[in-house]
């Protein structure tokens, strides 16, 4: 193909901008959800959705027969609750997406793409619903409005010039649904690559490393249920008050029963420390009752998880040893699992002292969270981006699927894994085909069902999809969904990267800034939402997605769609195809005019899916099989593995920084700029410091520092941050995600994983 250079590069800018808006800092909340909540949801539907309007979407969320959230993909109880089964973040989330704004041709016309870039993601966000498909000409400094087929036309031409598939990237956020995703994993493969990098590579890639190497399943072993029967739930590096919460439901719940909850985190994030329940009546009024979910808080600094793990299996061993009380479940160990005496060997020899200094958490405490453990065979962990955002994150989270197999705590009632999953369908993406590195058996089956030879190469994982662009070996990149530049790490590198493509295509349905870092030239392509009534040619449709916790289920939109240009994502993918593919055997027509029938070939594809279209009914959905739950491990057996400490040395000036979430945003999606738990208003350029490092390095409340990371001799700074004092392990700070990303070096990823290190920035700060 003739790969034209970006010749008239445009003036625009990869980052938010630097305007600052007007900090307030109060102290942290003690006590989450309760009405606070309930005025911060209401606030937001009502502002974006209208009142009445809002109102009457709620009540259909997780219910039954409406849709599934948009928010994240905690499971949803059996018995639902009739006034809201829903939270404080799921209502803005879909407040975000049923807004009566509109960006249409006309905006289009009056903000070029230079002008929108100097906008907030905030900003931009907050726009409004994408109305039309829309084209960036090379030359052009504003998007215009194109027809769908010439768009398609335009997108297979690209495709087809190109002197390899492989040259092309198709990249998938966690909301498509299973039946978009399964057609467009099988588009991408027909076309000839598994070039399909996902959001999951930057998210809990390193879970499924870590579990599929040792249980022999890359997904967690819990169901719901589980909770009600732990004795013990350790949650460690999540913040599920702000990013799942539900959760504090099910926990608060397991509480009432008996259980114990050990929070092991570098803050003391609200709603582990108290929440009030607002779905139950008393939360919604404000009652004065609150429960104090968390009985041991271990402030560990960041990724000294290590360290605490390894201290608390060696004072485990310890007690195992002297006899008296059973500790480690012998016949579990004996009958299900290879390496414990490695293992042991390996426990026997940590240096508790060492331990200790790593990880900032006290003897005492260790013992009391490795005495609970002791005491207790139903035991529960659940993680995320704090365990998974590491360099050395699969073997963390290996050493947590130690701790369970010494307890024997995998495959029985109240125990297991629970990685706790971010996008609302990012585990079923992953179990339609967006990967990769697909198994055999999984191309083995595509080629049979739909005679073609699929690629046998693996491809391109996100940081090797954007190093590709980088290098000028990819030329299209098509996204289906999310917002690729933001999301990832090194922005001003990714953008470099974005900016080498012939084209940019992304399927969206609001603004966001990788719709103004393009190639030569670039297309907007709106969608459906998930609340939205989908109509093709036989009728109502709905989709099903698959919860964190592998139960499939359908969702259904009901609302009118937010334009009458829209198309949904499946017919995005049917038109794609049939503009690009010239061989295709698959009726790409047929397909997607009943989505009964793009699930009938996943159940003749993909194991577990027997009987789809009439499980997929059922008001619960179904379970799909978990080896680690049923204890069929690979070969009978489940792996211990032997894992060192990090060494986590800092030079003199040197801090660690993790990105974290605000209460107010969905990943790269700011909803407002209030991080209420936090206490932090009406900002988002801020770092959180320990007040005794701010005394040393003569830092004052609220100054404006300068943030600045060097990595393998690359220099990069994220100018103009305000410095919150903070309860936070000393050496350790914290910045919002996406605006410190462009600190996060391209290269600083984690063993096997690939996963960028969000969590572990070595940055200065210059005062
Ligand atoms: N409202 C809302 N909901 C969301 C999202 C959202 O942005 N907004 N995002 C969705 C997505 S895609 C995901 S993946 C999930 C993310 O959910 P979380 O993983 O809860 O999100 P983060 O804000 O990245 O929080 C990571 C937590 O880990 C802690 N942490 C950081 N480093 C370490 C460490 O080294 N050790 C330990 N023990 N803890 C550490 C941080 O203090 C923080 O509490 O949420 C999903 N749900
Ligand atoms: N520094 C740092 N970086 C991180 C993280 C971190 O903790 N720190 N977290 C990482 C994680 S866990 C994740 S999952 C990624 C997230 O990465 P992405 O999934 O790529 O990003 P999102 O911000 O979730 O995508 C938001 C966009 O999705 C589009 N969208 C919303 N709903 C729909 C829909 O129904 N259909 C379609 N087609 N589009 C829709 C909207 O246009 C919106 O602007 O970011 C990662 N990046
Ligand atoms: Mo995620």
Same mark, same amino acid.
């Given at each position: 193909?003739?790969?034209?250079?970006?010749?008239?590069?445009?003036?625009?800018?990869?980052?938010?901008?630097?305007?600052?808006?007007?900090?307030?800092?109060?102290?942290?909340?003690?006590?989450?959800?309760?009405?606070?909540?309930?005025?911060?949801?209401?606030?937001?539907?009502?502002?974006?959705?209208?009142?009445?309007?809002?109102?009457?979407?709620?009540?259909?969320?997780?219910?039954?027969?409406?849709?599934?959230?948009?928010?994240?993909?905690?499971?949803?109880?059996?018995?639902?609750?009739?006034?809201?089964?829903?939270?404080?973040?799921?209502?803005?989330?879909?407040?975000?997406?049923?807004?009566?704004?509109?960006?249409?041709?006309?905006?289009?016309?009056?903000?070029?793409?230079?002008?929108?870039?100097?906008?907030?993601?905030?900003?931009?966000?907050?726009?409004?619903?994408?109305?039309?498909?829309?084209?960036?000409?090379?030359?052009?400094?504003?998007?215009?409005?194109?027809?769908?087929?010439?768009?398609?036309?335009?997108?297979?031409?690209?495709?087809?010039?190109?002197?390899?598939?492989?040259?092309?990237?198709?990249?998938?956020?966690?909301?498509?649904?299973?039946?978009?995703?399964?057609?467009?994993?099988?588009?991408?493969?027909?076309?000839?690559?598994?070039?399909?990098?996902?959001?999951?590579?930057?998210?809990?890639?390193?879970?499924?490393?870590?579990?599929?190497?040792?249980?022999?399943?890359?997904?967690?072993?819990?169901?719901?249920?589980?909770?009600?029967?732990?004795?013990?739930?350790?949650?460690?590096?999540?913040?599920?008050?702000?990013? +799942?919460?539900?959760?504090?439901?099910?926990?608060?719940?397991?509480?009432?029963?008996?259980?114990?909850?050990?929070?092991?985190?570098?803050?003391?994030?609200?709603?582990?420390?108290?929440?009030?329940?607002?779905?139950?009546?008393?939360?919604?009024?404000?009652?004065?009752?609150?429960?104090?979910?968390?009985?041991?808080?271990?402030?560990?600094?960041?990724?000294?998880?290590?360290?605490?793990?390894?201290?608390?299996?060696?004072?485990?061993?310890?007690?195992?040893?002297?006899?008296?009380?059973?500790?480690?479940?012998?016949?579990?160990?004996?009958?299900?699992?290879?390496?414990?005496?490695?293992?042991?060997?390996?426990?026997?020899?940590?240096?508790?002292?060492?331990?200790?200094?790593?990880?900032?958490?006290?003897?005492?405490?260790?013992?009391?969270?490795?005495?609970?453990?002791?005491?207790?065979?139903?035991?529960?962990?659940?993680?995320?981006?704090?365990?998974?955002?590491?360099?050395?994150?699969?073997?963390?989270?290996?050493?947590?699927?130690?701790?369970?197999?010494?307890?024997?705590?995998?495959?029985?009632?109240?125990?297991?894994?629970?990685?706790?999953?971010? +996008?609302?369908?990012?585990?079923?993406?992953?179990?339609?085909?967006?990967?990769?590195?697909?198994?055999?058996?999984?191309?083995?089956?595509?080629?049979?069902?739909?005679?073609?030879?699929?690629?046998?190469?693996?491809?391109?994982?996100?940081?090797?999809?954007?190093?590709?662009?980088?290098?000028?070996?990819?030329?299209?990149?098509?996204?289906?969904?999310?917002?690729?530049?933001?999301?990832?790490?090194?922005?001003?590198?990714?953008?470099?990267?974005?900016?080498?493509?012939?084209?940019?295509?992304?399927?969206?349905?609001?603004?966001?800034?990788?719709?103004?870092?393009?190639? +030569?030239?670039?297309?907007?392509?709106?969608?459906?939402?998930?609340?939205?009534?989908?109509?093709?040619?036989?009728?109502?449709?709905?989709?099903?997605?698959?919860?964190?916790?592998?139960?499939?289920?359908?969702?259904?939109?009901?609302?009118?769609?937010?334009?009458?240009?829209?198309?949904?994502?499946?017919?995005?993918?049917?038109?794609?195809?049939?503009?690009?593919?010239?061989?295709?055997?698959?009726?790409?027509?047929?397909?997607?005019?009943?989505?009964?029938?793009?699930?009938?070939?996943?159940?003749?594809?993909?194991?577990?899916?027997?009987?789809?279209?009439?499980?997929?009914?059922?008001?619960?959905?179904? +379970?799909?099989?978990?080896?680690?739950?049923?204890?069929?491990?690979?070969?009978?057996?489940?792996?211990?593995?032997?894992?060192?400490?990090?060494?986590?040395?800092?030079?003199?000036?040197?801090?660690?920084?993790?990105?974290?979430?605000?209460?107010?945003?969905?990943?790269?999606?700011?909803?407002?700029?209030?991080?209420?738990?936090?206490?932090?208003?009406?900002?988002?350029?801020?770092?959180?410091?320990?007040?005794?490092?701010?005394?040393?390095?003569?830092?004052?409340?609220?100054?404006?520092?300068?943030?600045?990371?060097?990595?393998?001799?690359?220099?990069?700074?994220?100018?103009?941050?305000?410095?919150?004092?903070?309860?936070?392990?000393?050496?350790?700070?914290?910045?919002?995600?996406?605006?410190?990303?462009?600190?996060?070096?391209?290269?600083?990823?984690?063993?096997?994983?690939?996963?960028?290190?969000?969590?572990?920035?070595?940055?200065?700060?210059?005062?």
């Amino acid at each position: 193909m003739n790969k034209t250079k970006n010749t008239t590069p445009r003036k625009v800018n990869p980052l938010t901008s630097e305007k600052f808006t007007g900090l307030e800092v109060t102290s942290p909340k003690t006590v989450a959800a309760g009405i606070e909540a309930v005025k911060s949801a209401l606030h937001h539907i009502a502002k974006e959705a209208g009142m009445v309007r809002g109102n009457r979407i709620l009540l259909k969320a997780n219910q039954k027969k409406g849709f599934d959230c948009p928010g994240c993909a905690w499971p949803d109880p059996q018995t639902r609750s009739k006034i809201a089964e829903y939270c404080e973040n799921g209502a803005k989330a879909i407040a975000e997406e049923t807004t009566l704004k509109r960006v249409d041709p006309a905006f289009f016309k009056k903000h070029s793409v230079e002008e929108l870039s100097q906008w907030s993601d905030y900003e931009l966000g907050k726009s409004g619903r994408l109305t039309h498909p829309v084209l960036l000409k090379a030359d052009s400094s504003h998007y215009e409005a194109i027809s769908w087929d010439d768009a398609f036309a335009m997108i297979g031409q690209k495709l087809n010039d190109l002197d390899s598939p492989d040259e092309a990237i198709f990249y998938t956020s966690g909301r498509t649904s299973n039946e978009a995703a399964f057609m467009y994993q099988l588009f991408v493969r027909q076309f000839g690559t598994n070039n399909l990098p996902d959001c999951s590579n930057m998210c809990h890639e390193s879970s499924g490393t870590a579990l599929s190497e040792t249980l022999g399943i890359g997904k967690g072993s819990v169901t719901l249920e589980d909770f009600d029967e732990a004795e013990v739930i350790v949650v460690m590096g999540q913040n599920p008050g702000t990013n +799942h919460p539900r959760m504090l439901t099910a926990l608060q719940s397991a509480k009432k029963q008996g259980a114990k909850i050990v929070h092991i985190n570098p803050l003391p994030e609200t709603g582990l420390v108290a929440f009030k329940n607002p779905q139950k009546l008393n939360g919604w009024v404000g009652s004065t009752s609150s429960s104090a979910l968390s009985d041991l808080f271990l402030q560990v600094r960041i990724n000294g998880d290590m360290a605490v793990l390894k201290a608390i299996l060696k004072l485990m061993a310890e007690q195992d040893a002297q006899g008296g009380q059973k500790v480690f479940d012998y016949e579990f160990i004996k009958q299900y699992t290879t390496g414990f005496e490695a293992f042991l060997e390996d426990i026997e020899k940590v240096n508790l002292e060492e331990c200790i200094q790593q990880s900032g958490i006290d003897k005492a405490l260790l013992e009391q969270t490795a005495d609970l453990l002791s005491r207790h065979n139903k035991i529960i962990v659940c993680w995320a981006m704090g365990l998974t955002q590491h360099e050395n994150a699969v073997g963390v989270i290996q050493q947590v699927v130690n701790l369970l197999l010494v307890k024997g705590s995998i495959g029985k009632p109240g125990a297991g894994t629970c990685p706790v999953r971010g +996008h609302s369908n990012v585990q079923g993406d992953r179990t339609m085909g967006i990967w990769e590195k697909p198994s055999q058996m999984f191309l083995d089956n595509l080629a049979k069902n739909f005679s073609f030879t699929p690629p046998q190469h693996h491809g391109y994982d996100t940081v090797e999809a954007i190093k590709a662009m980088y290098e000028g070996k990819a030329h299209v990149f098509f996204a289906m969904g999310g917002n690729f530049l933001s999301a990832t790490p090194d922005t001003e590198y990714t953008a470099k990267a974005l900016q080498n493509c012939q084209l940019t295509v992304q399927v969206s349905t609001k603004l966001n800034r990788s719709h103004l870092i393009t190639g +030569h030239e670039a297309l907007i392509l709106p969608c459906l939402g998930r609340t939205e009534l989908d109509m093709q040619a036989s009728g109502k449709q709905f989709v099903s997605v698959e919860n964190s916790m592998g139960v499939v289920h359908q969702s259904r939109g009901h609302l009118k769609p937010a334009s009458a240009h829209l198309l949904s994502e499946p017919m995005i993918v049917a038109k794609l195809a049939q503009a690009t593919l010239q061989n295709s055997a698959t009726d790409w027509s047929t397909l997607v005019g009943n989505y009964d029938q793009v699930r009938e070939h996943i159940e003749a594809t993909i194991p577990g899916f027997e009987q789809y279209n009439q499980r997929v009914r059922q008001p619960n959905g179904f +379970h799909l099989p978990n080896v680690a739950r049923e204890r069929k491990f690979k070969n009978g057996q489940a792996f211990f593995t032997v894992h060192p400490l990090p060494q986590n040395k800092l030079a003199s000036k040197e801090f660690i920084m993790m990105t974290i979430r605000s209460h107010d945003q969905y990943n790269t999606t700011i909803y407002g700029l209030d991080d209420r738990y936090r206490g932090i208003y009406n900002e988002r350029r801020v770092v959180l410091m320990n007040r005794e490092d701010m005394q040393e390095f003569g830092i004052q409340s609220q100054q404006k520092v300068d943030l600045m990371s060097s990595y393998e001799g690359v220099e990069r700074t994220a100018p103009a941050f305000l410095v919150v004092p903070y309860d936070i392990p000393k050496r350790c700070v914290a910045t919002y995600f996406p605006e410190a990303n462009v600190l996060v070096p391209i290269d600083s990823v984690a063993f096997k994983s690939n996963t960028p290190t969000s969590k572990y920035v070595v940055v200065t700060i210059n005062a």
